[in-house]
Antibody, heavy 121, light 107 residues
Framework: QVQLQESGPGLVKPSQTLSLTCTVS??????????WSWIRQPAGKGLEWIGR???????NYNPSLKSRVTISIDTSKNQFSLKLSSVTAADTAVYYC?????????????WGQGTLVTVSS | DIQLTQSPSFLSASVGDRVTITCRAS??????LAWYQQKPGKAPKLLIY???TLESGVPSRFSGSGSGTEFTLTISSLQPEDFATYYC?????????FGQGTKVEIK
């Protein structure tokens, strides 16, 4: 069974860089059959797609965050990561990682449980 | 960006009711639409993809239809475990976007 698990600091100071890692088990990030994606959700609000990466290291980011976002992949560790720079209180949210099959219709079929990141001094 | 507008945003219904949620896209997205269910404190769960394909393990009371700019999610007979928030998502064009959500509560 595929499982994804987010990890990283739960508290980040304003203007600093938020860094999260998603560890995949039961599947391989080196597989060319998937995109690996980050999504976030502020408390009580809707879902916002942040970006995605492929094992070839090709990426696509949400333009609303593109200047501050970097997604990378480490297939040797079966992980992919998110860095969001110059954070403000508006970046406080639950951050999810998810898998997206590239065959047929795209969809986010497996999700991590989510991790709350609070931006505060 | 492609905007997805769900209606209604809030729905009050009883167990056994037939429930329909609509998702309208600001431009055509073929059938690259997925539906998710989210319960409080949990990650979203995939229900439907390709507008009408039921994800493995999802009860058959859930169904999806539509193409282009108008889509629907139908729950044929609402069960107690179906009270949740539902989101549509388009994966036709970057950036992938979500609807604002529809909260289904118990009447």
């Amino acid at each position: 069974q595929v499982q994804l698990q987010e990890s990283g600091p739960g508290l980040v100071k304003p203007s600093q860089t938020l860094s999260l890692t998603c560890t995949v088990s039961g599947g391989s990030t080196s597989s060319g059959s998937y995109y690996w994606s980050w999504i976030r959700q502020p408390a009580g609000k809707g879902l916002e797609w942040i970006g995605r990466i492929h094992s070839t290291e090709s990426t696509n980011y949400n333009p609303s965050l593109k200047s501050r976002v970097t997604i990378s992949i480490d297939t040797s560790k079966n992980q992919f990561s998110l860095k969001l720079s110059s954070v403000t209180a508006a970046d406080t949210a639950v951050y999810y990682c998810a898998r997206v099959p590239t065959s047929g219709y795209y969809r986010m079929d497996y999700w991590g449980q989510g991790t709350l990141v609070t931006v505060s001094s | 960006d492609i905007q997805l507008t769900q209606s209604p945003s809030f729905l009050s219904a009883s167990v056994g009711d037939r429930v329909t949620i609509t998702c309208r896209a600001s431009q055509g997205i073929n059938t690259y639409l997925a539906w998710y269910q989210q319960k409080p404190g949990k990650a979203p769960k995939l229900l439907i993809y390709g507008a009408s394909t039921l994800e493995s393990g999802v009860p058959s009371r859930f169904s999806g239809s539509g193409s282009g700019t108008e889509f629907t999610l139908t729950i044929s007979s609402l069960q107690p475990e179906d009270f949740a928030t539902y989101y549509c998502q388009q994966l036709n064009t970057y950036p992938w976007t979500f609807g604002q959500g529809t909260k289904v509560e118990i009447k």
